[in-house]
């Protein structure tokens, strides 16, 4: 069985970061294993709190995990500040498995994830050990200059824009552009959608599948949890999606 390590902070609610990543991992019939960065107070009404991880736990959390197991993938999310960074780029120097990450720098209702002074080290130090990092619109804007250099592949998110469809670009290193077009499907239910989609993306990639086609199945993962999840009623606010192995044919 493939093994997706998810480096992310904790989501107490389960809509998102480690916990909502274990279940796409599962979903996808991989084995999930974690490391985790931070821990919040969130539920589906935004952060309330975030305490960063110590950088000697996150590091000791990262040996643990690979001396033992051997991931095939890592997702990696919220990042809080540069010692934990430097933890990760330390482990992630010495492994050769696709990176996915999801550079997670402000939460949806504002709450600010990742100091800024973290910023430029991670884009800097991180970002050249990644196989595919995954920005919103705002996220790609701030990092503009890494994004049109391509030291890594990088998959811009529209969802921001204000458009029935959503486009999705997927710029490869080499010049290859790739687009991921959907309708934009009004919900209340969109807790935790970036999380789901870059764990998607890394269980593909450990199921071998190529970058371009690990994205499109994961574009049709998610796209169809949202449609799922319209309905439900989770909590007061922006809520989870609803998973299950049938959003990719399992």
Do not use: W
Not at 155 to 162: C, E, F, I, Q, S
Not at 195 to 208: D, E, R
């Amino acid at each position: 069985m493939e093994v997706v390590l998810s480096i992310a902070g904790s989501d107490p609610s389960g809509g998102a970061g480690i916990q909502q990543d274990l279940k796409v991992i599962t979903a996808h019939g991989c084995y999930g294993a974690t490391v985790i960065t931070a821990l919040t107070s969130q539920n589906t009404l935004g952060v309330q709190a975030s305490m960063p991880v110590p950088k000697a736990v996150v590091a000791s959390q990262l040996h643990a995990v690979l001396s033992d197991l051997q991931p095939a993938a890592i997702k990696i999310g919220m990042i809080p500040d540069k010692a934990v960074a430097e933890a990760i780029v330390e482990a992630l120097s010495q492994v050769d498995v696709p990176v996915v990450y999801d550079p997670v720098m402000i939460s949806t209702s504002g709450y600010t994830l990742m100091q800024p002074e973290a910023i430029d080290y991670i884009a800097d130090a991180l970002f050249p050990l990644c196989t595919l990092v995954t920005p919103n619109l705002p996220e790609a804007e701030r990092l503009k200059k890494q994004v049109d250099s391509r030291c890594c592949a990088f998959l811009v998110k529209g969802g921001h824009a204000d458009d029935t469809l959503m486009t999705d670009r997927l710029l490869m290193p080499d010049g290859r552009i790739y687009e991921y077009t959907t309708e934009k499907i009004k919900s209340a239910n969109l807790h935790g959608t970036g999380c789901t989609l870059s764990s998607a993306i890394a269980s593909n990639l450990a199921l071998g599948y190529q970058l371009p086609d690990a994205v499109g199945q994961a574009k049709k993962f998610i796209t169809e949890a949202i449609r799922r999840s319209v309905s439900i009623s989770v909590g007061h606010g922006n809520g989870p999606l609803f998973l299950t192995c049938s959003d990719r044919g399992c």
